[in-house]
């Protein structure tokens, strides 16, 4: 593309857990990036997602010439469902920023597709803090499926692999499951003697979505060593995570090959990751799981150049890659 946008572009890649932001110049050159916490706006209250916000921009503009406006904010968010919820948060976007920028925000599911297929059409499944499946068709239709928030529904994700671990644990205490390996890893991760002190536990703490998604991490070393109540909780995951983007082919008619990209902590994990593949793949043939191109945070730049009605060439992608070279673990 050519340099006609003056501004600089800023992708934000906001989750459950932390948020990424890239900032770019009108040719691709990466100006800055910068991380912090986390966005969701159903798990973060409205002063945390601000203060998070104020933070990565601060950061970025510490490597902003002196002067400089005109931004063209696209931030991909987690928890944005609704036409009311994409509003909210481009309230919150301009508190944070003030008047200097446009701004544009969906669901986190968006960027991901425009990063990890630069544009092409597909599907992306997100499984992390949550989950969250997006596609948009050759015609440029979009449909989603899932994304309900982890109270409702959210499977496959770090909240529901950690809910069904505790579920299966309380359980086989009470006689009623017989998975007792997994029972033991679950009290020995609280450091509790009796399985009732699991309620004081859990219960006592600040954040019990984090307490909860965390033993996610147990769940999937669990499986990994072999424990076969682990290894099913995992499989049961991966078959529903797998019926969001069956739903979304559907809904778009994809019948014929549609290429999926894959990400979040959970998706890609080295022990759900192959399981989840194998899952789609008995599930629909013709679907063909493609790597990554580019991390979510530089689909947010790719969508905030279309946003201003610009193309995305490929000098601009080479000059991207290159600056994101340095921050390929962290993206």
């Known amino acids: 593309m050519g340099s006609t946008h003056a501004g600089i572009y800023i992708g934000i890649d906001g989750g459950g857990s932390r948020s990424r932001f890239l900032a770019t110049d009108a040719e691709g050159s990466v100006l800055g990036i910068a991380f912090s916490g986390p966005l969701n706006i159903h798990n973060s209250d409205e002063a945390l997602i601000i203060a998070n916000l104020q933070a990565g921009f601060q950061q970025i503009k510490t490597n902003l010439s002196e002067g400089v406006s005109g931004y063209q904010v696209f931030a991909g968010i987690a928890g944005v469902k609704s036409q009311e919820d994409v509003q909210y948060f481009e309230g919150l976007l301009r508190l944070a920023i003030g008047g200097e920028a446009a701004v544009k925000a969906v669901n986190d599911t968006d960027i991901t597709l425009a990063g990890g297929l630069v544009g092409a059409p597909g599907i992306a499944l997100i499984l992390g803090s949550g989950s969250h499946c997006l596609g948009r068709n050759a015609e440029g239709e979009i449909a989603t499926c899932g994304g309900w928030s982890y109270l409702m529904d959210d499977c496959g994700s770090a909240y529901a692999l950690g809910h069904e671990t505790l579920r299966l644990a309380v359980r086989t205490w009470d006689g009623r499951s017989g998975a007792h390996s997994l029972a033991e890893r679950v009290r020995q991760h609280f450091g509790i003697d009796k399985p009732e002190q699991i309620l004081t536990a859990v219960h006592q703490e600040r ?30 995951a991966a078959v529903e995570a797998a019926e969001l983007v069956e739903q979304v082919a559907n809904k778009l008619s994809m019948n014929e090959r549609a290429d999926i990209v894959l990400t979040g902590g959970i998706a890609t994990n080295l022990v759900m990751n192959p399981i989840l593949v194998e899952v789609l793949l008995q599930r629909k043939a013709d679907f063909r799981v493609s790597e990554v191109r580019y991390p979510p945070v530089a689909g947010a730049v790719i969508r905030a150049v279309q946003e201003v009605g610009e193309s995305v060439g490929q000098a601009f992608l080479d000059n991207m890659e290159r600056g994101l070279v340095l921050y390929q673990k962290e993206l």
């Open 207 to 236: 954040d019990t979505f984090i307490t909860v998604k965390e033993l996610s991490r147990l769940v999937l070393q669990a499986a990994k060593e072999g424990d076969e109540d682990a290894m099913r909780l995992v499989k049961d």
